[in-house]
């Protein structure tokens, strides 16, 4: 590991006082991937801001029913809280799904909307073709190994998957993402945080290198208390998804959907919503059909390489499925 300067943050102004105009300074939250990346010398920060200090850990009701998360709020603690359990199931259910406990109770809000891909050739600096770790060195992964990779989004710098399951979530959710730097704060519709690849896979988030993210705000949904998040991965534990769905209805008394949220992860650069399928749902009847239907429009664009193919089909059974499931659930 490279040394690195180390020091520790007051309050947010002063944590992006102290990074601004340092390019190759990075705030230390829970940790648990930037010091993996830093280990095996992806990531090289000369300088090392701690936030872990500030009081950005709040989980809180506003008077218009939108729920805020701080960005310090860690993983565990929001998976089990009321607010969310009840009122975004598909949330606490993404978070329960990631990782393991003892990350869950280390992790932050904020450092898993920055997660970096588990891209393999990504992970080790040894491999020479990487866009996303060294621009303009091609991508390992295009005729690769590339199991793990995008059927959605994908360009030909990069095929990377986005690992979070909590960000699929917030994608349904239309989460809103609170930053504040030097120019003071603003808000960044969740649509528009991460980015797909492009031309410019080195960029992961639309996020300024002295922003600090202090809090997510969950739109007040009644309907996303109908939702459900479903991963399929290789393991029952401690595995990235292959395919994720969260996904949410709203149903009148005939069962017929007057609104659905729909978002997909392993799949793409970015947590991916799916337009398509949300607009097969809707004003239709809740039905295995529908559900089908819906699948088949999300998919139709989709495109697979040598060993990632299979995610096409898996990706439309589990759309699918996870409708299935929040059509029978009774709220
Ligand atoms: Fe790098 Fe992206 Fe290619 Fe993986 S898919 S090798 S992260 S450029």
Redesign the pocket.
């Known amino acids: 590991m490279n040394p690195f300067a180390y020091s520790r943050a007051t309050d947010p102004t002063q944590a992006v006082t102290a990074i601004s105009g340092k390019p190759h300074s990075k705030f230390l939250g829970g940790g648990t991937n930037l010091i993996d990346l830093m280990k095996m010398g992806v990531e090289t920060p000369n300088e090392l801001v701690d936030i872990n200090r500030l009081s950005l850990a709040q989980i809180e009701e506003l008077p218009d029913k939108r729920v805020r998360i701080g960005a310090l709020a860690r993983n565990s603690d929001v998976a089990e809280h009321e607010l969310i359990k009840t009122r975004y199931p598909m949330l606490s259910q993404a978070l329960l799904s990631g990782a393991s406990p003892q990350l869950r109770n280390m992790a932050t809000v904020g450092g898993n909307l920055l997660q970096r891909?588990r891209?393999?050739?990504?992970y080790d600096p040894a491999?020479p073709?990487?866009?996303?770790?060294k621009p303009g060195?091609?991508?390992?992964?295009?005729d690769?190994y590339?199991r793990i990779?995008?059927i959605l989004g994908?360009s030909e710098?990069?095929?990377?998957t986005h690992p979070s399951d909590m960000c699929v979530a917030l994608a349904a959710l239309d989460a809103i993402v609170r930053v504040v730097g030097p120019n003071g704060e603003r808000e960044i519709g969740f649509r528009d945080f991460h980015r797909l690849?492009g031309n410019t896979?080195d960029r992961d988030a639309n996020l300024a290198s002295d922003e600090l993210i202090i809090a997510v705000d969950l739109p007040a949904m009644p309907f996303a208390a109908r939702s459900h998040y479903l991963k399929v991965r290789d393991r029952a534990s401690y595995a990235f998804a292959l395919v994720s769905v969260a996904a949410a209805l709203d149903l009148d008394a005939n069962k017929n959907i007057k609104d659905a949220r729909v978002a997909l992860g392993g799949v793409a650069?970015k947590p991916w919503r799916a337009n398509a399928a949300e607009k097969k749902l809707i004003g239709q009847e809740a039905n295995e059909k529908t559900f089908q239907s819906a699948a088949e429009a999300e998919l139709a664009a989709a495109k697979g390489y040598k060993y990632n193919s299979y995610k096409i089909e898996l990706a439309k059974r589990s759309i699918a499925r996870t409708l299935n499931i929040v059509a029978e659930m009774t709220s």
């Open positions: 891909t891209c393999y050739y990504f491999f073709a990487c866009n996303k770790r060195s091609g991508c390992g992964a295009l690769g590339n990779h995008a994908q710098q990069c095929i990377a690849p896979p650069h």
